[in-house]
């Protein structure tokens, strides 16, 4: 835990806060998911760290009070590939680093940095995807209106097997057992309501 002091401790307290909370539900959901502990361990360390490189940018995310321009967007979208090189300088392994550099990938293609599709993201990353989107929507953030939590989980359900892994989408649900998410189906019911069809079919 020193260690990961020392490397986080350039980091505003926000950011630092952040990443301690979705290293949290990440490793909830890795272990509703039935993830082995090297892995669970893993996602550990990818939440805590996988913002380090933010602390290039500490200022300009301070400073910030109004909603992101493109020209703002493109510089946050570098700081997966800073927190990359950071941990990389600092002898992390491969499955760490690549996990944080691909934290912003979505299954679908249309993340960043390298617009990689499912296959190519490890479900390291993904876990970590879905806790981080779902507590940067739901916390305090100048440049960004809060959500309450389970409403942020919405926003992940209706993505699920589109931008994020339903699989991890299903084992977040189960994490927040306590929200509701009334006129939500998610893909895998649709999945069930399908399979429920075909057999009354036959």
């Known amino acids: 835990m020193e260690r990961f002091k020392e490397i986080t401790e350039k980091c505003d307290i926000l950011t630092r806060y952040h990443m ?7 490793v909830k959901i890795g272990k509703r998911m039935g993830l082995s502990i090297d892995q669970i361990e893993n996602i550990k360390t990818i939440g805590l760290l996988h913002d380090v490189g933010k602390s290039k940018f500490c200022l300009f995310f301070r400073q910030k009070t109004t909603s992101l321009s493109k020209s703002e967007l493109r510089t946050v979208w570098k700081h997966p590939k800073a927190s990359y090189d950071i941990l990389r300088s600092l002898g992390f392994s491969e499955i760490i680093i690549t996990a944080v550099l691909q934290h912003h990938e979505r299954i679908d293609g ?28 739901s916390s ?29 989408v299903e084992a977040c649900m189960q994490v927040f057992s306590t929200c509701k998410y009334p006129g939500i189906i998610t893909t895998r019911q649709r999945q069930r309501q399908s399979r429920q069809q075909i057999g009354c079919v036959r």
């Open 140 to 168: 305090d953030r100048l440049y960004n209106p809060k959500l309450d939590a389970c409403d942020a989980l919405k926003e992940v359900i209706v993505n699920s097997g589109k931008r994020f892994d339903a699989d991890v």
């Open 110 to 137: 249309s993340g960043y940095p390298n617009g990689l599709c499912n296959g190519q993201i490890l479900i390291e990353a993904k876990i970590v995807a879905v806790a981080d989107v779902i507590d940067a929507m």
């Open 20 to 26: 301690e909370r979705v290293s949290v539900v990440a």
